[in-house]
């Protein structure tokens, strides 16, 4: 399997050196050069088996030969074994038709753990066996930071740098990630936006002399490492309801669009998706998009739902470059267009293949917080804002024909101070991390100024 950049002017890769590139050289992001295909006969085959045997069905499809088989298993059960609930990925019904999948049983308690798990253990050992050493950066809002910080923490190959924007992550999910003190693990505090945090984790990797000096990695969802392992749960979420027999719907909270592509990705390789909704809060860049046909940037602003405090959605360039007929050169005006003036027009052609497969709505702050409150009165469990967004999205699409699951992306107990304040429920970590609040803090601020960054990775990193 070879992978092609979303902009047509970096190298073609495999699977291996397609993750440890992370971005590609152009600025683009990797996608397969066609998308494996998964018969009916055997997402049949996948009911009753566990959910690391289909994960390596799916993610086999992408590694090749590239990865020994015996090896390629090992790792993705040692990535689902942490993982407390022994489905990985509950389905719960709240309602007739109305299900949440449950992807916060890792470590961290949300959805980014299932492909972390798997991202660290893959990229270890291509390290490993190629005997060299990476530098590893990531952006984030608070959820992929943690994630990526307790999987990638006390390795030897990696050293890992996170960026996240100060004072904008709930306090769970900066002390998450700011009280692993390993050696290997820096948290930086930016002073500025999530996206500001996303734009110099872009900046350093279209800096190639600085990237190639500290081989540089990435660990977000421009990542095709962190999509393969994604793609996994919509397999496992629809056969449990019926497919291939019966086609199934997916809503998912959405900021920087890698979890919703994971769900594009599986129905490109067969899985029949109905409809696949995308959910957004008050940022909601994407369902403008929809609406109107321009991606149009206004400005972050703060919710309670801070993972999807999202305007530049990094992935929402794989669908373009899907929806424009993989016309690289459309994709890299649409980009330009992005970076010169803060926005761009979507080809009518591809605008109404995005429609095809996606819609899209919006939930506000008021209404995140009654759906908090009416679902753990009407069905007795406790969603965390996140969640909240994606289930009020699924109640105000049209009653279909297919059963309707939204992704629960994160626990409860990451965003107590929102979950009480509309429930009056105070939700209690799980016991590992119970004395988290008093465990010791390590974090640097800095400027959000690339320079500054570099500097201070350069003057720790081991891989320079
Ligand atoms: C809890 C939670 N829900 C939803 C999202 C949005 O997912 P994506 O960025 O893949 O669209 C995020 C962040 O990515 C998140 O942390
Ligand atoms: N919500 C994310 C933002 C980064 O998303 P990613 O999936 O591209 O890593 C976060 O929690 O950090």
Redesign the pocket.
Known sequence: MQFVSTRGRAPVLGFSDAVLAGLASDGGLYVPQSWPQIGADEIASFAGKSYAEVAYAIISRFTGDEIAPARLKQIIDDSYAVFRHPSVAPLVELAPGQFVLELFHGPTL???DVAMQFLSRIMDHILAERGLKATIVGAT????GSAAIEAFRGRDTTDIFILHPQGRTSPVQRLQMTTVLDANVHNIALEGTFDDCQNIVKAMFNNHGFRNRVRLSGVN?INWGRIVAQIVYYFTAGVSLGAPHRPVSFT?????????FAGYCAKAMGLPIDRLIIATNANDILRRTLDTGRYEMAGVAPTI?P??D?EI?S?FERLLFEAAGRDAAAVRRMMDGLKQSGGFAVPDMALQAIRRDFAAATTDEDATRATIAQTLKAADYLL?P?TAVGLNVAQQQPHGTTPMITLA??HPAKFPAAVKAASGVDPALPSWLGDLYEREERLSVLANDQQAVEDFITARTRAA
């Open positions: 949300a959805f980014k809002s608070g959820d992929t969802s998912v909270p959405t900021g920087n669009f890698g979890d919703i739902s993972s999807m999202i959605s992935n965390d996140h992306t994160a």
